[in-house]
């Protein structure tokens, strides 16, 4: 006999889990005494239960099994939310176990009583409350099973007076992976034929892509087609690939652009790139994908492929004539080259002391502080080939995307489908504690930093060396942005921030202020040198422009308009 908490500890720590992430509590009482007592499982005990959500998406996006969090009855469970959020949206498998006030009180609006199978209607791929020993092993397999097989979020809600009942249930056994299979032979051979037809062809390609690198590289070198890569598709797919030319949508550059725009097909591999205003008009349209509901659903698809993109590919490739005619590739690759080195510029130090960059920071950086691009490239040099990034939503995203290449086995997680703030902290806790010794990188914003700002004392208590590079604007970056390119002036977008370095210390972080553009260099250095967690507040230029790909005149316009009108109003 045991309790239907540690039944549910063990089946999961013999699964593999080794961390259940959470805040305790009352109904949680007994599965925390439960881990207490598995020498297999570590109980990290966060500051918000937003942070153990997002935390155990990024493990759960990193290692492709299921992440475990735990919230209290009512407001602890409410506060699961947004992580949760982010892994429906990330499809990562998660299972929260949610407590709930004592069965007898269910549905009289007991102290903190919240209906947790509402709340977690939208979120969860399956949600279910215990109320009887006697449902395990059964609930815990189908919540688990589900999480898998949805690849989202499993809730499973267990009663204050459940958790420490006996039970003498079976052993839990879960489902194995489902196999992978490639395409239909009836869509291949359809693609086979549009692509052997086609002159001009573009590779939009997405994380569903990652794992075939090879079958990538090769379907672009037998098509002479540009690679575009998405955000999340980075990992994996950039680093030593001749073919990629970079990210499309606003942190995207004009040669990803010129090449879908000047293709006759377009092929999406593995992507469900959500940005429609993108998408090239009246191109043929080639698009495979594992999951059938993702076809179609951004821009109008010609020929489907569903199934999985490595074996797929496979199978198409030796159906393809090798393309003779570069030229379509060739200009994209080589304009990306250029494009590049313009950007390289900017990461010299002295660069507003060059007279083009006395006359540029005269309208953005009148105040010479350090540009952002300069810190991201000077993290790419000091990280390790096998580093963990995340980022947070916003500029800071932008700046890694552009000047950050996953170059060795380095990985990348951030709340790219959802967009939340206040995700870069938490998550890389989640990815240091897989493993302690590995180098893992938070690009945090300012505003997104101090959202959940409790939670760096976590990285301290349970000995997480991140290292935290905040890029301290004193704005939220990305809104003003999207304000002044409305043509409106920056309002709300002022943070007053404290010096985060003397609040990071003060936590029992290692930490230093940079406000020196001649000293980034070693600060970054210094940074990864530290034993423990380091946050390295830069002080960065808040009027640095991240101009798109594609700036239209009527962005155009209206940032000229909003600037006027900050001359007027402000400065």
Known sequence: MTTVATHVVTALADHGVQQI?????????????AIREDERVEWIGVRHEEAAAFAVSAQSQLTGTIGVCMGTVGPGSIHLLNGLYDAKKSHAPVLAICGQVPSQEIGTDFFQEVDNDALFSDVAV????????????????????????????????????????????????F????????????????????????????????CGARDARDQVV?????????AVVTLKAKEGLEADNPYAVGQSGLIGNPAAAHAMDSCDVLVMVGTDFPYRDWYPTGKTVVQLDLRAEHVGRRTQ????????????????????????????????VDEYASWMNRQQRLLDPHHDQTLLGKVRAVFDNPDDRIRPEAVAAAVDLAAPADAIFT????????????????RGTRRLVGSYNLGSMANAMPMALGAQALDRDRTVVAFAGDGGLMM????????????LPVVVVVFDNSSLGMVRLEQEQGGLPRFGTGLDNPDLAAVASALGLTARRVTDPATLTDDVAWAFDQDGPVLLDVVTNPDEISVPPKPTLSQGWGFAIAKSKEILESR
């Open 175 to 206: 489902a194995p992976p489902s196999a992978l299979a490639a395409a239909p032979e009836e869509q291949i051979s359809r693609a086979a034929d549009v692509l052997n037809e086609a002159e001009k062809i573009t590779l939009l390609v997405g």
């Open 452 to 463: 959940l700002l409790g939670d760096l004392r976590t990285a301290v208590t349970y000995r």
């Open 21 to 33: 992430w959470g805040v305790v509590g009352d109904a949680l009482n007994p599965f925390t005494d």
């Open 301 to 332: 698809v010609d020929h489907a492929l569903v199934g999985d993109a490595g074996r797929t590919l496979d199978a198409l490739l030796p159906r393809l004539h090798r393309h003779e005619d570069r030229g379509h590739l060739e200009h994209a």
């Open 391 to 406: 980022s947070d939503t916003g500029m800071s995203t932008t700046w890694l995307a552009r000047y950050v290449e996953m």
């Open 126 to 173: 399956w949600s279910g409350t215990m109320t009887s020993p006697e449902q395990l092993p059964h609930l815990l397999e189908q919540a688990v099973n589900a999480a898998y097989s949805g690849r989202g979020v499993a809730v499973l809600t267990v009663p204050g007076d459940v958790g420490g009942l006996t039970t003498d249930a079976t052993a839990t056994r």
């Open 218 to 226: 090769a379907l672009a070198d037998t098509l002479a087609s540009p």
